[in-house]
C-alpha cells in the first residue's frame, strides 16, 4: 500500500508538472499569434490605409492653394457697442467665394448680407475689435452669418481691406 500511494503522488506530481506547462506554453502562443496576426495585418492590408492620407492630404493643399472668386462687400460705418464712449468702425470688405456660381448667388442676396454684417458689428464694443484674436472672430462671424443666407454657403474667406476704428 505504501507503495500504491508513493506511486500516485509521483504520478500527481508529474501530471501537476504538465498542467503548469500547458498553463505556461498556452499565454506564450497566444502572444506569438497575436504577434503574428498584427505583423500580417499592417504588412497586408494596412499599406491601403497609409496610401491614402498623403493624397487625402494632398488633395485638400491643392484645394486650399486655389483661389477662389473675390466679390467685393463693400465699405461699413457702424457704431460700436461701447458704453463709455461713443465709437465707430469703418471697414471694407472682400470676401473669397468658392466659385462664380456662389458669387452670382450672394450678389443677388447682397442686401441680406450686408444687413447681417450691419447687425453683427453693431454688437461688437472697440476692446473686443483691438486684438488680432477679436479680428479673426469677427471674420469667421461674417463667414458664419453669410453662409447661413447662401443656400449653397460657399463663403471661403473674409478680407478687411480698411479697418479703422474711431473714437469721438
Keep these: ?3 500504491e500511494k508513493e506511486n500516485q503522488e ?3 506530481e508529474k501530471g501537476g508538472g504538465k498542467k503548469k506547462l500547458i498553463i505556461i506554453l498556452i499565454p506564450i ?3 506569438v499569434l497575436g504577434g503574428g496576426g498584427f505583423f500580417a495585418y499592417n504588412t497586408f492590408f494596412a499599406k491601403e490605409e497609409k496610401e491614402k492620407p498623403p493624397e487625402k492630404i494632398a488633395n485638400e493643399i491643392k484645394k486650399a492653394e ?3 472668386v473675390e466679390l467685393e462687400v463693400g465699405t461699413f460705418v457702424a457704431n460700436l457697442a461701447d458704453k463709455d464712449a461713443d ?3 469703418k471697414v471694407t470688405i472682400i470676401m473669397e467665394v468658392q466659385n462664380e456660381k456662389v458669387k452670382e448667388e450672394a450678389t443677388k442676396r447682397m442686401p441680406q448680407i ?3 454684417i450691419n447687425t453683427l458689428l453693431f454688437t461688437k464694443t472697440s476692446e473686443e475689435l483691438k486684438s488680432p484674436e477679436g479680428i479673426e472672430k469677427l471674420k469667421e462671424e461674417i463667414i458664419k452669418r453669410t453662409n447661413a443666407i447662401l ?3 460657399g463663403v471661403k474667406n473674409v478680407y478687411f481691406t480698411e479697418f479703422i476704428i ?3
Design 1 to 3: 500500500m505504501a507503495e
Design 10 to 12: 509521483q504520478q500527481e
Design 29 to 31: 502562443l497566444l502572444l
Design 66 to 68: 486655389e483661389q477662389g
Design 87 to 89: 465709437r465707430y468702425i
Design 114 to 116: 450686408k444687413d447681417a
Design 151 to 153: 443656400p449653397l454657403g
Design 166 to 168: 474711431q473714437t469721438s
